[in-house]
């Protein structure tokens, strides 16, 4: 079975580290799969960009998670950053989230095969994954499919998501 290659957006980091968060159980668990090599961790420089605007010691505890769970960070580029503007331009996103709009284009234009997110006012919507989708087949890119955390990890019967109606149930 092929390991998904997923993207860990900015909010994932943070939650990481917020135990009051409803969501930080199931963050820790994503980067454990991640560890287990269940899932083949990227994220972008885009990430790292909001990253270095955290507070000094909170950064660095984020930015060593990158290291800690050997997580690959792609690089900016036109092509990505072509694409961003195109989802802003064709109101798959907001205008005003141009950051947002460039985690989900690096993501396609790498090929991931999905994004995992926190982030449920931009990314993690049913509009958005509709709409970027439709942009990508337009533009000659697959499909890239978005989820939270929650979707990707399922505890009680440690099955993982490859697609939104497709289950992987093996167990190690």
Do not use: W
């Not at 090599?37 to 990253?51: G, M």
């Not at 996103?93 to 982030?119: E, F, K, Q, W, Y």
């Not at 099955?159 to 149930?169: E, M, N, P, Q």
């Amino acid at each position: 079975m092929k390991t998904a290659r997923i993207y860990l957006e900015t909010t994932l980091f943070n939650y990481y580290f917020d135990v009051d968060r409803d969501a930080h159980l199931d963050t820790i668990s994503l980067f454990a799969e991640c560890a287990k090599q269940r899932f083949e961790p990227y994220t972008s420089i885009y990430v790292i960009d909001e990253l270095e605007d955290a507070p000094r010691g909170m950064r660095e505890k984020m930015i060593e998670l990158v290291d800690r769970y050997n997580i690959a960070v792609l690089p900016t580029s036109e092509e990505a950053e072509n694409l961003a503007r195109r989802y802003l331009a064709e109101g798959a996103l907001p205008r005003g989230s141009l950051t947002d709009a460039s985690h989900i284009a690096c993501a396609t234009v790498n090929g991931l095969d999905m994004i995992v997110s926190l982030n449920f006012r931009h990314i993690v919507r049913e509009r958005t994954a509709k709409l970027t989708s439709a942009v990508n087949a337009l533009c000659g890119y697959g499909v890239v499919e978005i989820y939270s955390p929650m979707e990707v990890i399922d505890d009680e019967e440690t099955r993982y998501h490859l697609g939104r109606d497709s289950r992987d149930a093996t167990q190690d």
